[in-house]
């Protein structure tokens, strides 16, 4: 495995983490359980559905950044982050940067596997304890990962029918995702795929 170095390139998105022991956590899924290809490939297969900074080599990781970044701004508004504790925020912010970290699968194919979400939040329970998560805040997370397509729960090419938003954090978990992959959102990054102003 490549060594990769997630306390210098992750180190704006640790700092929105308040909790030790999740900030940790986080740390050890992006360092140890994260497939390769989250950190290379475009967030697109076909390059139709996100914006110029979620394309190329690190496109991803830098879509997953930008939803983790949108999630702290609306988070940071009263009116929205008010009806979530400091610990349910935290693991919101951690479900929007890993929610697609098995969006081509666990071995890459060349193509977005329409049921990653539900892939990933079996991954976060199947390994909540080696991460030191409860259940509760697996669980938790799981749920907001499951859902994070929204609407768009079907596919013709895929049997799978994903879970649909219900509770207000999975609809917050789909809105930040969704516009991270709008195109007429640019979220400016420098040159190490660090968020910049």
Same mark, same amino acid.
């Given at each position: 495995?490549?060594?990769?170095?997630?306390?210098?390139?992750? =180190?704006?998105?640790? !700092?929105?983490?308040?909790?030790? #022991?999740?900030?940790? !956590?986080?740390?050890?899924?992006?360092?140890?359980?994260?497939?390769?290809?989250?950190?290379?490939?475009?967030? !697109? !297969?076909?390059?139709?559905?996100?914006?110029?900074?979620?394309?190329?080599?690190?496109?991803?990781?830098?879509? =997953?950044?930008?939803?983790?970044?949108?999630?702290?701004?609306?988070?940071?508004?009263?009116?929205?982050?008010?009806?979530?504790?400091?610990?349910?925020?935290?693991?919101?912010?951690? =479900?929007?940067?890993?929610?697609?970290?098995?969006?081509?699968?666990?071995?890459?194919?060349?193509?977005?596997?329409?049921?990653?979400?539900?892939?990933?939040?079996?991954?976060?329970?199947?390994?909540?304890?080696?991460?030191?998560? =409860?259940?509760?805040?697996?669980?938790?997370?799981?749920?907001?990962?499951?859902?994070?397509? #929204?609407?768009?729960?079907?596919?013709?090419?895929?049997?799978?029918?994903?879970?649909?938003?219900?509770?207000?954090?999975?609809?917050?978990?789909?809105?930040?995702?969704?516009?991270?992959?709008?195109?007429?959102?640019?979220?400016?990054?420098?040159?190490?795929?660090?968020?910049?102003?």
């Amino acid at each position: 495995m490549e060594n990769r170095d997630i306390e210098n390139r992750f =180190s704006d998105c640790l !700092s929105l983490i308040k909790e030790d #022991g999740l900030k940790e !956590s986080l740390k050890l899924i992006l360092d140890e359980y994260l497939p390769n290809y989250w950190f290379h490939e475009g967030a !697109s !297969s076909t390059g139709k559905y996100h914006p110029v900074y979620a394309a190329g080599d690190g496109g991803l990781m830098r879509h =997953s950044k930008a939803a983790m970044f949108i999630g702290k701004d609306i988070l940071d508004n009263p009116l929205f982050g008010d009806h979530f504790s400091s610990h349910q925020k935290d693991l919101l912010l951690m =479900s929007l940067l890993i929610h697609d970290g098995l969006k081509y699968n666990f071995e890459k194919e060349k193509y977005t596997n329409f049921a990653h979400p539900v892939l990933m939040a079996k991954f976060v329970m199947d390994n909540h304890e080696l991460w030191d998560l =409860s259940y509760e805040d697996a669980e938790y997370m799981a749920r907001v990962i499951a859902s994070h397509m #929204g609407p768009w729960n079907k596919s013709q090419y895929d049997k799978t029918i994903l879970p649909v938003p219900e509770t207000k954090e999975e609809v917050f978990v789909h809105l930040c995702d969704y516009l991270a992959s709008r195109k007429l959102i640019n979220i400016h990054f420098d040159d190490n795929s660090m968020i910049s102003n």
